[in-house]
């Protein structure tokens, strides 16, 4: 089945630092998402990328959507301790049914 | 304007136990997403429901679980008979269109825990 590679699995950082982490898959998917899960809530959507080769940000943060269309990055600049959480990518395929795929996320650890 | 509502957030029950877990959809999304969350295996998506049509249930683990959508604003996940390795947060998201990657408003959870 469709499986997203997601890493890396956890990263402890230091305030002001940046980060990037980044999903690939051996699928092509219509629509890549980066959303954010605080502890003890829901994911909430970060970025949504929609074209191969879309680069968007989002405040601190930037995405891109691989030429590919099989792998996405998400990049932190200057990490703020509220940063601290775990980031999902999600790839969306438009055929075969309906199905967004969820990486196994990226646990961020910042300390200030 | 009110989230998804999730219900209850906290459930702990034992083994045999039959658990449903409630959920209302933001007003308007006509789309209705259930899924589980657990360290090993991620978030996996186990139902989706289009205009309280179930469109892929793939992902329901077993007979023991059931979703319903009887209306637009309610649905409900059942276990019946619940189990220890049904432990996890269970998550509901709608969407106003649910489909091309439309962004999916998630609730709090339900932190489910089978003795």
């Known amino acids: 089945g469709q499986q997203l590679n997601q890493s890396p699995q956890s990263m402890f950082i230091q305030e002001g630092e940046d980060v990037s982490m980044n999903c690939t898959s051996s699928s092509i998917f219509n629509t890549w998402l980066w959303y954010k899960q605080d502890p003890g809530e829901g994911p909430v959507l970060l970025i949504a990328?929609?074209?191969?080769?879309e680069l968007t940000s989002n405040g601190r943060l930037t995405a891109q959507f691989g030429i590919t269309r099989k792998d996405s990055f998400l990049n932190i600049s200057a990490s703020i301790p509220s940063d601290v959480g775990i980031y999902f990518c999600?790839?969306?395929?438009?055929?075969?049914?309906?199905?967004?795929?969820f990486g196994a996320g990226t646990r961020l650890f910042v300390k200030a | 304007d009110a989230g998804v509502i999730q219900s209850p957030r906290h459930e702990v029950t034992e083994m045999g136990q039959e658990v449903t877990l409630r959920c209302k959809p933001i007003?308007?999304?006509?789309?209705l997403f259930w899924y589980r969350q657990t360290m090993m295996r991620g978030l996996e998506l186990l139902i989706y429901?289009?205009?309280?049509?179930?469109?892929?249930d793939s992902g329901m683990p077993e007979d023991r679980f059931s979703a319903k959508m009887p209306n637009a604003s309610f649905s409900t996940l059942k276990i019946q008979p619940s189990e220890p390795r049904d432990s996890a947060v269970y998550f509901c998201?709608?969407?106003?269109?649910?489909?091309?990657?439309?962004?999916?408003?998630f609730g709090p959870g339900t932190r489910l825990t089978v003795l």
């Open positions: 007003s308007g999304h006509n789309s």
């Open positions: 999600a790839g969306h395929r438009n055929t075969g049914g309906f199905k967004t795929i």
């Open positions: 990328l929609y074209k191969a080769g």
């Open positions: 998201a709608s969407s106003l269109l649910g489909g091309g990657g439309d962004t999916q408003y």
């Open positions: 429901f289009n205009n309280n049509v179930p469109i892929d």
